[in-house]
């Protein structure tokens, strides 16, 4: 069977009729079915309702110590907590604070600080004639609303299987002073599921910057989301921390992680890791923000994960939920695509995304199709900082929301959306 690029015109005018009978069918189903946001399933929530349980009226809510947890105070979380959450983020627990229940609250605080006090006394970056940020693309929408927020100019840098290009990220860092940080998802990168290897870790952490004060933000928020059991020896991530401290810039990066999609994305723990100096700098600033974060809800997540075993083992049965509802996604696009030449796609190993390369130019259009037919899935563009994908052809998959059945449906649609969307592109080229 010849690809849809080898097709003749009129084979394309064939094709297209068909498919779209097969999309006006869809549509007359009525569906409504949402691949929009990476948001856990009922199923996964289910499995921490006991959680819920552990803490009770009767329950002595102390820390270790004897501190009376009801009250005010331990402003950077009580040490069962950091202990739990540096397991997590890879690092110490005296290099822990342990915030709310979000981790993007504590990134957008973070650049916030950095923008009005200036990081470890650096000059406020408020105070510069530009700010920029060097965004990895595909990548995560919040992070780059965050940046866009506050007026920094954000600079994509293209992935690879290995991490972001660190030939273009070493250029520009070198001799731009006004790039100030980068984003970063360093394992099962949302939404390309990529983990960086080794050498693009020691890159980041040794690469000369124009900036002093050039800061990594590195958001392992799917450090623990683990799709198959053979992780612990397949998708090891180098510390960053040890890494920046290995190439003398200890103060380079800040960790950030949660465990929204471990636990309850609405009522999780979330913390950061940096060096010394970073963690000082921040309790300086949050003492006068807060007297302290729920201690409460970090006892509860203590005593019902209770380590990184806990948490390994309470993540494979995650895993084994949505592990057949990414396979179902591949096996859907394969099924579908595989001889059409329409579109590439990631075959992750964690995390909670797909990402999806449709024909060029047909993004906006896949989208649209879907929408029509009762699809709802991210925004085309939603991957690229100013939501400007300027290939208009990158689609975030989410597949842990629906059930397999509703799951199934859609990505049955989704992939006639796709056809029709390249098909349509074709004829009016
Ligand atoms: C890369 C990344 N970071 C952070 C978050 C949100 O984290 P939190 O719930 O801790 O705010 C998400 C959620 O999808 C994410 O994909």
Not at 148 to 163: L, Q, R
Not at 183 to 197: L, Q
Not at 251 to 272: E, I, N
């Given at each position: 069977?010849?690809?849809?690029?080898?097709?003749?015109?009129?084979?394309?005018?064939?094709?297209?009729?068909?498919?779209?009978?097969?999309?006006?069918?869809?549509?007359?189903?009525?569906?409504?079915?949402?691949?929009?946001?990476?948001?856990?399933?009922?199923?996964?929530?289910?499995?921490?309702?006991?959680?819920?349980?552990?803490?009770?009226?009767?329950?002595?809510?102390?820390?270790?110590?004897?501190?009376?947890?009801?009250?005010?105070?331990?402003?950077?979380?009580?040490?069962?907590?950091?202990?739990?959450?540096?397991?997590?983020?890879?690092?110490?627990?005296?290099?822990?604070?342990?915030?709310?229940?979000?981790?993007?609250?504590?990134?957008?605080?973070?650049?916030?600080?950095?923008?009005?006090?200036?990081?470890?006394?650096?000059?406020?970056?408020?105070?510069?004639?530009?700010?920029?940020?060097?965004?990895?693309?595909?990548?995560?929408?919040?992070?780059?609303?965050?940046?866009?927020?506050?007026?920094?100019?954000?600079?994509?840098?293209?992935?690879?299987?290995?991490?972001?290009?660190?030939?273009?990220?070493?250029?520009?860092?070198?001799?731009?002073?006004?790039?100030?940080?980068?984003?970063?998802?360093?394992?099962?990168?949302?939404?390309?599921?990529?983990?960086?290897?080794?050498?693009?870790?020691?890159?980041?952490?040794?690469?000369?910057?124009?900036?002093?004060?050039?800061?990594?933000?590195?958001?392992?928020?799917?450090?623990?989301?683990h799709l198959?059991?053979?992780?612990?020896?397949?998708?090891?991530?180098?510390?960053?921390?040890?890494?920046?401290?290995?190439?003398?810039?200890?103060?380079?990066?800040?960790?950030?992680?949660?465990?929204?999609?471990?636990?309850?994305?609405?009522?999780?723990?979330?913390?950061?890791?940096?060096?010394?100096?970073?963690?000082?700098?921040?309790?300086?600033?949050?003492?006068?923000?807060?007297?302290?974060?729920?201690?409460?809800?970090?006892?509860?997540?203590?005593?019902?994960?209770?380590?990184?075993?806990?948490?390994?083992?309470?993540m494979s049965?995650h895993a084994a939920?949505i592990r057949?509802?990414?396979?179902?996604?591949?096996?859907?696009?394969?099924?579908?695509?595989?001889?059409?030449?329409?579109?590439?796609?990631?075959?992750?190993?964690?995390?909670?995304?797909?990402?999806?390369?449709?024909?060029?130019?047909?993004?906006?259009?896949?989208?649209?199709?879907?929408?029509?037919?009762?699809?709802?899935?991210?925004?085309?563009?939603?991957?690229?900082?100013?939501?400007?994908?300027?290939?208009?052809?990158?689609?975030?998959?989410?597949?842990?929301?629906?059930?397999?059945?509703?799951?199934?449906?859609?990505?049955?649609?989704?992939?006639?959306?796709?056809?029709?969307?390249?098909?349509?592109?074709?004829?009016?080229?």
């Amino acid at each position: 069977m010849s690809t849809y690029e080898e097709m003749t015109r009129d084979e394309l005018l064939t094709l297209k009729e068909a498919l779209q009978k097969e999309y006006d069918e869809y549509c007359a189903l009525d569906l409504s079915l949402n691949m929009a946001r990476g948001k856990p399933g009922a199923d996964q929530l289910d499995l921490s309702m006991p959680m819920l349980d552990v803490i009770s009226s009767d329950s002595v809510v102390e820390d270790a110590d004897g501190t009376d947890l009801r009250n005010y105070g331990i402003l950077d979380g009580i040490e069962s907590a950091k202990v739990l959450m540096a397991s997590m983020l890879d690092d110490e627990p005296e290099n822990v604070i342990v915030f709310g229940n979000s981790s993007l609250n504590i990134m957008y605080d973070t650049v916030m600080r950095c923008w009005v006090f200036g990081p470890n006394g650096a000059t406020p970056w408020s105070q510069l004639d530009e700010v920029k940020f060097l965004c990895p693309v595909p990548g995560y929408d919040r992070h780059f609303g965050v940046t866009e927020a506050f007026g920094i100019k954000m600079i994509p840098v293209p992935m690879t299987e290995d991490g972001p290009d660190m030939d273009v990220v070493k250029e520009l860092v070198a001799n731009d002073a006004s790039i100030k940080g980068i984003w970063c998802v360093p394992k099962y990168s949302n939404p390309g599921g990529v983990t960086y290897s080794d050498e693009v870790v020691r890159e980041l952490a040794s690469m000369p910057t124009a900036a002093d004060d050039f800061r990594i933000f590195w958001d392992n928020a799917y450090a623990v989301h683990h799709l198959y059991d053979d992780a612990a020896e397949q998708d090891q991530l180098l510390d960053i921390a040890k890494a920046c401290a290995e190439a003398g810039n200890p103060d380079r990066y800040y960790k950030f992680g949660s465990t929204s999609k471990v636990t309850l994305p609405g009522s999780g723990v979330a913390a950061m890791a940096a060096s010394p100096a970073n963690v000082a700098d921040v309790k300086k600033h949050m003492g006068v923000q807060t007297i302290g974060h729920d201690k409460i809800n970090q006892l509860r997540h203590v005593e019902f994960l209770k380590d990184a075993d806990g948490i390994a083992k309470h993540m494979s049965k995650h895993a084994a939920i949505i592990r057949p509802k990414f396979e179902l996604v591949l096996e859907t696009l394969n099924n579908g695509l595989e001889s059409t030449g329409c579109g590439e796609w990631s075959t992750p190993r964690g995390g909670y995304f797909i990402s999806f390369d449709a024909p060029e130019g047909t993004a906006k259009r896949v989208v649209e199709l879907a929408k029509n037919a009762g699809v709802t899935m991210t925004g085309a563009g939603a991957t690229y900082p100013y939501k400007d994908d300027p290939a208009d052809s990158n689609i975030r998959i989410a597949p842990t929301l629906p059930p397999l059945d509703e799951l199934d449906q859609a990505m049955k649609v989704f992939v006639t959306c796709v056809k029709l969307a390249a098909v349509e592109k074709l004829l009016e080229d």
